[in-house]
């Protein structure tokens, strides 16, 4: 969701811009002083409001910088960049602080690293405009903004009913709301700064005998003059002596509104809700119908997030000053508040009546369309802010959020970067540098988010060195950085990013989890019992608070976690992807009718990321085009566009229905699913890059599967069926689903081989060892898993092995190559010469399957298998052993093995047994032949390998799904039986009945 406030808090009372406080305060001396020599001040009229701040204009503050909100790539948790940045200046007194130096400094240094981006320069040097002022002069300290959080105490000093007229609030008519009664407590005045060195009773004993020796008129008129002097004082941010002057004023005049209404809005910057209650009370007890005091009620019950008493307070204000822009959105911020975005967005049309050309309600009103998804409305909007303010900073950033949204990423860097070039022509003064310094912060932020979309990662990681620079305690800043330094394959460079970011916030589960995941990566163990035992408790600490865990579901399929941990991990993701579809609001959707086939075909749609250059395409490279068309409508539904490379083509080619649907939206999607009559949809992803978990969250198919993309449970509710075998998923660990399981008869694992690599059966065109660096006179035992599935017990083993078979090495892949060293230190460690660690570089698919059969033993890793690779291996012909464990990823190879033909020979049941079966196939030269050549024979009649084969079975799983949904509704277990030769008529028959 984006938040977007419109309205800063401005003190209710003032009635002059900043730009004017210079010469309202020589103004107000004048005033002051002429009071002080005058003896015949004009009288003003009986019954004439008493004090400019009644009656003077309203005006709408500064619109907030607001950011988006990063999606999950690999990493998970609060972003940097959900914060929100206002540009409001900071408001202070007097010359710069030693950290506001420091600040220059930072603006400085990131001025000083420009960022290029295609079509921009951002942020050179030479725009880098810094203030003239004696930056030197000591002055006060800055004020902190108002912040009142929770509940606001102490309304009015005295008992006064409120007039609720019964239009306001339709559920309120006809009840009255009233103030509680509070006793008076009078507030003393605050210590004065040098300007006035007078001790308060002082000041107050002064004020009273003044008023005593004046004329009534001359006292009033010295008054109003040090109201008008207060307001002077409280608009250049000398809050503490703007306080003094009114507190005179009040002691002077205590029935002139004025000074009350000044005090409210002094306590109320200093963030003292409740004697800005106070104050505003006895104004309001003073004078019922001032709209100002109304409107500075509302204020302080916004602050307070009491959106109901402000709507109440901003209704009575208006029905004073009916045309009060200012009343109206502080109306329309209190609707959102309610969640009356309808509401709230008539409040900005109607200001846009009053005043058609103010900007900040354009972007206002732009702001609510983005929260109600309204992007292409926001963007007319924004545009429409930025033709009326073409200097607009924070219109730019946020036009670059709307145009993400709508996936325009190249016009959204565009906004990005003229944001920035304002910025920096921005001369930074000692009243916005830390506002300027974060909403420049917020930019790149934003701008790095996009880049990443476009796999423009090294100026990604730019832009959030910027961020860094410019927020240098900013754990989100470094916790972003880190997540660019992975996405590049930085690896060394993130994780001290990630410890940066830990430093800073200690209580960072996002960073925590993406610190391990990077560790994992490059086999840095020298903490790991303690690192994870940190991260088991930041997973069910934001389990029990009803969080989803930092920890990516996909990431804790390779982590030592107990089964039923891991289950709930998954469902609470679920459950937070059920709450984003839910918010999108698309409502139910009509499924087909839940009737028997009767000869006509079931439609079964597959939904993925992956069509195109990646290993699931690989897989599944003939299964689009292999399904049986008399029974089944395929469709495919690719939700990345284009790479074109041949897989992409290939299934646009030979599926029966091909769509590209990555310019649709999530409800988009959802709806021409519908229309199109989609029975089965299967999910490709899951819990992977580029997934729409949100579109099965919607529920736009009466049947819904999860299949192949994600090796573990769903967790998800809106999940019916996972396809498992009963080797991977054994009914005695139904426990670790929440789905139905789906038993094929042979391995759930499809692959290609037989059709795309036929080349690796003639072993006269393999390459040598020498071409990849390899041993011709040793045994060569391999692995060429990602480093991130290693883990130390692992490690052990395959130093035991190497030990015990010595003229024997170990050829591991060089992914990533960070963790080299690592893998080498930990082999010395356990008494293996780091020489026998032998690395090779990753290689296009044809060139890794063709090398693969180099290797004489593949020695799998036990936590999370090999799965692609397995098959990679098992068809080069190199034997296997593999450790299956509990869960579904630590179990495919064994699946893969057993399908082969080889269950026995290569699936073993314990580390022990493990390290046995590798030193038995390194040692036994006879053995280690027979079983190559046994797989070698087998690779083109076994079941693993037969494609036509599982798919027949798979089309037998579609159809019994609906067979299921018609006859019972509900979901459940079941097995595909073998196939036969008379399986195929029978299933032709059974979906031409009619139940």
């Not at 000044?262 to 003292?272: E, Q, R, V």
């Not at 972003?480 to 960072?508: C, F, H, M, V, W």
């Not at 690779?869 to 450790?883: H, N, S």
């Not at 038995?920 to 024979?937: C, I, Q, S, Y």
Request: charged share 20%; aromatic share 8%; with cysteine.
């Amino acid at each position: 969701m984006f938040h977007q406030a419109m309205f800063q808090q401005h003190a209710a009372h003032n009635i002059f811009h900043a730009h004017h406080a210079s010469a309202l305060l020589q103004q107000s001396k004048d005033i002051l002083c002429r009071t002080n020599s005058s003896t015949n001040a004009a009288l003003p009229s009986q019954g004439e409001p008493h004090g400019r701040a009644q009656t003077g204009p309203d005006f709408l503050g500064a619109l907030p910088l607001a950011c988006v909100e990063l999606p999950t790539s690999g990493y998970s948790g609060k972003d940097y960049s959900t914060l929100t940045c206002s540009d409001q200046a900071q408001e202070v007194g007097g010359g710069a602080t030693g950290a506001q130096q420091l600040q220059l400094q930072r603006l400085q240094s990131a001025a000083e690293a420009p960022l290029h981006v295609t079509g921009h320069v951002v942020a050179p040097a030479a725009t880098l405009q810094l203030a003239s002022q004696d930056w030197t002069q000591p002055g006060p300290q800055p004020h902190p903004v108002p912040c009142v959080a929770g509940q606001v105490v102490a309304p009015p000093a005295h008992a006064l009913a409120l007039r609720v007229p019964p239009q306001c609030v339709p559920e309120l008519a006809g009840t009255q709301a009233a103030w509680p009664h509070h006793q008076h407590q009078p507030v003393e005045p605050l210590q004065v700064q040098q300007q006035e060195r007078m001790h308060p009773a002082q000041a107050r004993a002064e004020a009273e005998a003044r008023e005593e020796r004046m004329h009534p008129a001359q006292a009033r008129a010295e008054a109003e003059a040090r109201v008008l002097l207060a307001e002077a004082l409280c608009t250049t941010g000398n809050v503490d002596l703007a306080i003094l002057h009114y507190q005179m004023a009040m002691w002077m005049q205590p029935y002139m509104p004025a000074p009350y209404l000044g005090l409210g809005a002094c306590f109320a910057k200093k963030g003292d809700a409740a004697s800005a209650h106070r104050f505003y009370g006895e104004a309001l007890q003073l004078q019922p119908a001032c709209a100002i005091g109304w409107r500075g009620m509302g204020l302080l019950y916004a602050a307070g997030a009491e959106h109901k008493m402000a709507l109440l307070c901003f209704q009575e204000a208006l029905v004073h000053a009916p045309n009060c822009l200012e009343s109206l959105g502080g109306m329309a911020q209190a609707l959102k508040g309610l969640h009356r975005r309808d509401d709230a967005a008539q409040c900005y049309l109607a200001m846009l009546q009053l005043n058609p050309r103010c900007a900040r309600t354009h972007a206002a009103l732009a702001g609510l369309r983005m929260e109600m998804g309204q992007l292409d409305a926001a963007v007319a909007c924004y545009k429409e802010a930025l033709h009326l303010d073409p200097g607009f900073a924070a219109v730019y950033n946020d036009l670059g959020n709307a145009l993400r949204g709508l996936g325009r990423y190249s016009e959204a860097v565009d906004c990005y970067a003229a944001c920035l070039q304002l910025h920096y022509q921005t001369v930074p003064s000692r009243t916005n540098m830390q506002h300027l310094l974060f909403t420049t912060a917020v930019t790149y932020n934003n701008l790095a988010s996009v880049l990443k979309l476009q796999n423009r990662h090294d100026q990604a990681v730019a832009c959030y060195e910027h961020v860094t620079r410019l927020q240098p305690e900013s754990a989100d800043g470094f916790g972003n950085l880190g997540n660019a330094y992975k996405d590049s394959a930085q690896q060394e460079q993130a994780i001290a990013a990630y410890q940066r970011a830990l430093t800073l916030r200690p209580d960072y589960p996002a960073a925590l989890a993406n610190l391990v995941h990077s560790l994992q990566c490059v086999c840095d163990w020298r903490e790991r019992d303690a690192v994870f035992a940190r991260l088991k408790l930041d997973i069910a600490r934001q389990l029990a608070q009803g969080m989803p865990s930092a920890v990516q579901p996909f990431h804790a399929m390779a982590y030592p976690l107990d089964a039923g941990l891991v289950l709930q991990l998954t469902m609470m993701h679920a459950r937070h992807v059920q709450m984003s579809a839910d918010a999108l609001g698309v409502g139910p959707l009509i499924h087909p009718p839940r009737a028997p086939l009767g000869g006509r075909r079931l439609r079964v749609g597959y939904c993925s990321s992956d069509i195109g250059n990646h290993p699931l395409s690989h897989l599944m490279g003939s299964v689009w085009g292999m399904h049986d068309r008399e029974r089944l409508e395929i469709f495919v539904f690719a939700l990345s566009p284009p790479d074109g490379s041949p897989w992409r083509q290939r299934a646009e080619r030979e599926t029966e229905h091909f769509m590209d649907v990555s310019a649709l939206s999530v409800p988009q999607l959802a709806h021409q699913i519908q229309a199109l009559g989609i029975q089965i949809l299967v999910d490709l992803n899951g819990y992977t890059k580029g997934a729409r978990m949100e579109l099965f969250a919607l529920r736009p198919a009466p049947i819904q599967v999860s299949y192949m993309g994600f090796p573990a449970t769903t967790g998800a509710s809106f999940i019916d069926y996972l396809v498992t075998d009963r080797v991977v998923a054994p009914p005695h660990l139904k426990h670790c689903y929440s789905e139905n399981l789906v038993y094929m008869p042979n391995c759930y694992f499809v692959n290609d081989y037989k059709q795309s690599h036929k080349e690796v059966l003639d072993e006269a065109s393999l390459p040598t060892r020498a071409e990849f660096g390899l041993p011709e006179d040793k045994l060569v035992f391999s692995c060429s898993n990602q480093l991130y599935k290693f883990d130390p017990e692992t490690m052990e083993t395959w130093c035991n092995i190497l030990r015990r078979v010595p003229d024997s090495v170990l050829w591991l892949l060089r992914f990533p190559p960070f963790g080299e060293p690592r893998v080498k230190k930990e082999a010395a460690a356990r008494g293996v010469a780091p020489e026998r660690i032998i690395f090779t570089d990753v290689a296009p698919k044809e060139v890794h399957v063709r090398r693969s059969g180099l290797a004489d033993v593949f020695l799998d890793t036990p936590l999370c298998n090999a799965h692609t690779t397995g098959c990679d291996t098992l068809w080069a012909g190199c034997p296997v052993v593999t450790l299956p464990l509990e869960r579904m990823a630590s179990r495919v190879c064994a699946s893969l093995c057993t399908a082969a033909g080889f269950g026995p020979q290569m699936v073993v049941n314990s580390q022990k047994e493990y390290e046995e079966r590798a030193v038995a196939l390194g040692t036994n030269p006879e053995m280690l032949a027979n079983l190559r050549r046994d797989l070698r024979e087998a690779r083109t009649s076994c079941e693993l390998f037969n494609t036509r084969g599982w798919v027949e079975d798979f089309d037998r799983v579609f159809l019994t799904m609906w067979d299921i949904y018609v006859q019972e509704g509900a979901p459940r277990d079941f097995e595909i039986p073998p196939r036969t030769s008379q399986t195929a008529s029978s299933i032709r028959s059974a979906s031409n009945s009619t139940f």
